[in-house]
C-alpha cells in the first residue's frame, strides 16, 4: 500500500472536495490563483491547473494538509 496520500485520486476529486469543504472563496484566500478568484468552476480550474504545475502543487498541498478534516 502506498503512504503518498494523493495515490490513485485525481484532480477532480481533489479539487471537488477541497471546494465542498471550503468553498471558491475561502480557497481563493488559501490559494490566491485565477480559476479561483474570477468566475470559478470546477471544468476552468481543471483546465488551469492540468496546465500549471506550481498552481497544481498548492492544490494538492492544501488537500493533503486538510485530510484530517475531511472525516
Known sequence: MSNDPLHGITLKVIVE????FYGFDTLAELISIRCFTHNPCIKSS???LRKTDWAR???EE?????LSKFH
Open 17 to 20: 472536495k477541497l471546494v465542498d
Open 57 to 59: 502543487k498548492k492544490v
Open 62 to 66: 492544501l488537500y493533503v494538509k486538510s
Open 46 to 48: 481543471l483546465t488551469f
